[in-house]
């Protein structure tokens, strides 16, 4: 899938330019094939492991820019 690519392992900044974390995985609807969020990874010593503890879901509807990095909008704070 495209946006699997073009979007996991992108650092995610709120819109302070505060790094919050880097997409590890992405939220879909089965049905409709709608993203519905982004699992980020906080970085750090646990960054490299998989554990549930270390991920935030970010709603899809809270993005305002994918570009070299994601940007949230001003209203979504973490």
């Known amino acids: 899938m495209r946006i ?3 979007v996991v392992g992108k650092e ?3 819109s302070n330019g505060m790094l919050i974390g880097v997409v590890g995985d992405l939220q879909f609807d089965v049905e409709s094939k709608e993203l519905l969020a982004l699992i980020l990874k906080q970085k750090g010593f646990s960054f490299s492991f998989s554990s549930s503890n270390n991920e935030r ?3 899809y509807d809270s993005i ?3 570009g070299d990095v994601i940007l949230l909008k001003d209203e979504y704070d973490i």
């Open 12 to 14: 995610v900044v709120d």
């Open 4 to 6: 699997m690519n073009d």
């Open 64 to 66: 305002k820019k994918i």
């Open 57 to 59: 879901v970010v709603p």
